[in-house]
């Protein structure tokens, strides 16, 4: 599986972005799908979650009510829609894919997923 985000750029306080997660490889839809976002000089952090059906989802708590992960199986891709932003989620955002046996699960832990995409830069500006 080959992953390729996009959608990033630089938007003012309070604006929208949508992050996308395209997938090339049959075998996609055995993977649940997460993002991930890491600041200059911190560590990659957990932000989103989708299940392989799509139906579960997961947060962490400064995106939730702000974002929505959720993924379209017949583009083999993944959105995330960025809405509210605000300076402090300016960072590179990666999606990465988790092997997952169920339909409803999904992994937040950055060791957790086989594959990762090259990363999409965000940048709120005040």
């Known amino acids: 599986v080959q992953l390729q985000a996009s959608g990033g750029g630089l938007v003012q306080a309070g604006g929208s972005l949508r992050l996308s997660c395209a997938a090339s490889g049959r075998t996609f839809g055995q993977y649940a799908v997460a993002w991930f976002s890491q600041s200059p000089g911190k560590e990659r952090e957990f932000v989103a979650a989708?299940?392989?059906?799509?139906?579960?989802?997961y947060y962490t708590d400064s995106a939730e009510g702000r974002f929505a992960i959720n993924r379209d199986r017949s583009k083999n891709t993944v959105y995330l829609q960025m809405n509210d932003l605000t300076p402090e989620d300016t960072a590179v955002y990666y999606c990465?894919?988790?092997?997952?046996?169920?339909?409803?699960?999904?992994?937040?832990?950055?060791?957790?997923?086989?594959?990762w995409g090259q990363g999409t830069l965000v940048t709120v500006s005040s």
């Open positions: 990465a894919a988790a092997s997952q046996r169920l339909p409803e699960t999904f992994s937040i832990q950055s060791d957790g997923h086989n594959y």
């Open positions: 989708v299940s392989r059906s799509g139906r579960s989802t």
